[in-house]
């Protein structure tokens, strides 16, 4: 069982660790991310408009960047936006786009207090010039804090990601400065909007669904998946907490074997 830790003063904090039963050796997740699905049923099931459903999704995005922070987790990744949500009712999309602001808002000052580090990833030029700007006011206020790096994939497409990575990696061929024989693997994850993030190590998705939605196609190639049923306005600290136990409890193999297995 969980304790109801979070969110305590930061000498209690310090303890998390041991206080959820996890030694030293229990290897906790440095990029999580997570696909939040499940706001619309969350607010159907209660007859309220979807959007109340998309309020309620940004309080968890609160609790679960509080926990994630006393978890030492370095990096956290939420699919906030994806370059298909456009299809949504304009009506529900801007909403979502009014999101950033209610919550930076709100949150900038424990923000601040715990030393979290806000970037977005995505086609930030199509977002509203009000998003934008909130986000890049976020993202500048809070580029030297050296804490969980919260990043927002907003209006992001990872289809669209690769396309551009591929053009700007063809621009630097054609102008010279860059050899087609040596393009590999880290010429294509250098040139993708999480150049500067380490892979995910775990990737959540909620409310039932088992896909990935167009997210981080190339970044996932070595994660591991955890899918709930769990509604992302009803998941908290403790269906966070049982995501990174099942994280522990894989073997992680990159395609090879563990030392135990080799004969
Ligand atoms: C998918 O659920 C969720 C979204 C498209 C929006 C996710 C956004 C948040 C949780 C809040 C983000 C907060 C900030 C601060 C940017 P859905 O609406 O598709 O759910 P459904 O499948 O049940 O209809």
Excluded at 18 to 37: F, T, V
Excluded at 79 to 107: C, H, I, Q
Excluded at 134 to 150: D, F, H, W
Excluded at 160 to 167: G, S, T
Aim: proline share 3%; net charge positive; with cysteine.
């Amino acid at each position: 069982m969980l304790k109801n830790i979070f969110g305590k003063s930061k000498k209690e904090k310090k303890s998390l660790k041991e206080q959820q039963n996890l030694s030293n050796n229990d290897l906790i997740p440095s990029h999580i991310a997570i696909i939040m699905d499940g706001n619309g049923r969350w607010a159907k099931k209660r007859a309220l408009p979807r959007v109340a459903g998309h309020h309620e999704g940004m309080k968890t995005v609160r609790k679960i960047a509080r926990c994630a922070d006393d978890l030492g987790i370095k990096v956290l990744t939420l699919y906030a936006f994806s370059t298909e949500n456009w299809k949504r009712p304009k009506s529900e999309v801007d909403y979502l786009m009014g999101l950033p602001e209610k919550f930076l808002k709100s949150f900038m000052p424990e923000i601040m207090e715990r030393n979290i580090r806000v970037q977005m990833m995505g086609e930030k030029e199509a977002l509203p010039t009000s998003t934008q700007t909130v986000l890049n006011e976020a993202m500048e206020r809070t580029k030297n804090n050296s804490g969980l790096i919260l990043n927002f994939a907003m209006n992001y497409g990872s289809r669209a990601e690769i396309v551009r990575a591929m053009k700007d990696i063809m621009v630097e061929v054609s102008k010279g400065n860059l050899n087609v024989d040596s393009i590999d693997e880290s010429t294509i994850t250098n040139y993708l909007m999480t150049s500067q993030l380490p892979e995910p190590d775990l990737l959540i998705r909620t409310s039932g669904e088992v896909r990935l939605s167009n997210f981080m196609l190339w970044q996932l190639a070595y994660t591991e998946f955890w899918f709930t049923d769990t509604l992302w306005p009803d998941f908290n600290e403790e269906t966070l907490m049982e995501a990174i136990h099942a994280f522990q409890k894989r073997n992680r193999r990159y395609g090879g074997l563990k030392g135990e297995e080799i004969n």
